[in-house]
């Protein structure tokens, strides 16, 4: 059996099943942490292991193969808990169900590493699914990977002498970027150029904020790691004023040109090195060269969108990950 | 004029910009920016040289005379943005030419007119051969817009992705109604209505009533009124440069490695009778007596869909080739399976279009189509 943890609106998931089915699949499940069609049955820690998923009981000491894709706890009692009154005193209460719902996600964490550990082919992993940007940067340094000048400011005082000493600077979520939505406004942020102009609308003191030097980019590389594998992809987006900080905003009109890439070996055994440190077997990986043809790396996405590499590059990224599972 | 003369670099082809050959002219296909372009075929040779030799190079290894218009043609290649100089070739490796797909039949085109067919069959059989999008027919008004909803509640919950509806216009109908079919289906991706009136645009939202300019756009959709019918199959197989297929990556590939018309296609007609496509004559049986998996399985029906371009006279020489889509429905010699389209009236061998249906009597007669 092939374990698979998504999302329900993840193409990409979709897609791979579309192979696994043609290549003789027929033993899989799929388990969506955003749809509430999976129930706890019951773990007697010898040979059953038993979830649901619509009411029919999943084994999942039968899991041979097991893919983290992406996705959070899936809340087995949720539906239940609705109708249940734990305590007079509002106070308990709510701290009573913060107890279940960390209950929950130790539950959850469990299952995941079970079935990772069980399965004879395991790809991805929830427990790295969300890596600190900052200390990715540190370990790829150890490996010799260059990365742009980093810094941690929160001081206008401070960016401005870091602006004076490195020109330009850009600046992006030490997290996650923002993605929020509401009925009138979509809101993301992008990875922004800072430059001296920018201080007037700077506060003296701000929130702790990540900033780089500002690479003299001649294009950006965007690297899909799976197994052993490196699937690369350049971004050609220089010749474009609004597309050069980041390459996400596009331009209709002359729009990026997503080519297929052939990363230089050296850069391959360091990255391959900084996955294996990270215990990461997929991810995708980005990278930008300057006009001195020096590859600086930026950042894993362990859970990264790799149709967007597959697709323009005519990789079949999805049927690689279907056959990879089946192996 | 300036001259790349001294340039050490290597002259870089964009790999998403592709070359292809004809008899007197050549294109390169932009995929990425959706642009054809012509070229004499004189050019067309330099596209391997610029694998092998930097610009220097090939200026020393040209004939003197020659210099002016080379570099004239790198001067439009830069111009288009086809390409850039590189030091290094070897990091930009070319697209690989293939082209797969997980299901066993991609699309179905099933027609409409004085028979209601069990919908219910055609979905499941679609289903199981895992079918991703269904062109639906209607040539006549045999269906209430209530009844055509049921037929696409039919194929939720499927392979099925996405239906295009082309109906016929009907009086009874209010322009509200159309736009109701529409927002109570996701599953329809496109709704033309022939036989109108009026030509119109409709508009449906799918009841989003919000400001976000670009959910907006992504909600928004589009039902077209035509006043022109849509009266039978034989409308189909037109081959002119506004149906060229220039998309992306994959329907590219497609095109060059099958008969992307045909490749994973089954029909149904109006007749029920099951089909590659339903202007052809050739049938494998209807479908009250066969099950579509076994006719999938018929080597013969499954042999046209390798029919690529390279393959079909006149075609192979062809410029356009990998953004045609050529028809086999209606051919040019009906007995010759490998002659070109019939409704195509371009000639590769001097770049000029004329009237397809000139000379043409004997297969317009055979087929019975009417201009």
Known sequence: MIVINSISKDHTTTEVIRWLIALGVTDFVRIDSDVEDIEFVGYNGIDSFIISKNGIPINLFESKSYWYRRGGAISFFKSKLKDMKLSQDLNLEKKLIGNISSENRALNDYIKQFVAHRSPVSLGSYSNSSLNKLHVLDLA????????????????KELSRKLMENGPLITKAISEGVSIYNVNHSYYSYTEEINESDLVNISDVFFPSLFQKKVDKKFEIRVFFLGDRFYSMVILSQRNKQTEVDFRKYDERKPN????????????LKLAALFKALDLNTGSADFVVDKNNEYFFLEINPVGQFSMVSYPCNYYLEKEVAKFLIN | MSSYIDCDSYFLVFADCIPTRGAKNSTICDLTRTTLEVFPSSFYPFFEIFRKST????YIDLELESHIEFTKFLDFLLEKEYGMFVDDLDLFPELEKRWESPELINNAIVDVRLRKHDFGVIFDQLNSLGCVYVQ?????????IQELSDVIKLAEDKSIQSIELIIKYHTSFTDQDYVDLYNDHVLISSLFVHSA???????????YKGEDQILKQEIHREIHFYTMPITGASHCGIIDAKYFSIGDVQSFMHNISYNSCLNKKISIDEEGLIKNCPSMTHDFGSIDDNILIDVVAIESFRGVWGVNKDLINVCRSCEFRAVCTDCRAYIESPDDFLSKPLKCGYNPNDGTWTDWAEGKEHAIVHYGIDI
Do not use: H, M, W
Request: aromatic content about 14%; glycine content about 6%; overall charge positive.
């Open chain 1, 257 to 268: 040109r997503f080519l297929p890439f052939r990363l230089p070996a050296e850069i391959e």
């Open chain 2, 197 to 207: 009136p009026e030509n119109k645009v409709l508009i449906a939202d799918f009841g």
């Open chain 1, 141 to 156: 340094r150890q490996f010799g990977i260059k990365t742009p000048g980093t810094f941690v400011i929160n001081t206008k």
């Open chain 2, 136 to 144: 639906l027919r209607c040539f006549e008004s045999l269906y209430t």
């Open chain 2, 55 to 58: 610009v220097k190079e090939i």
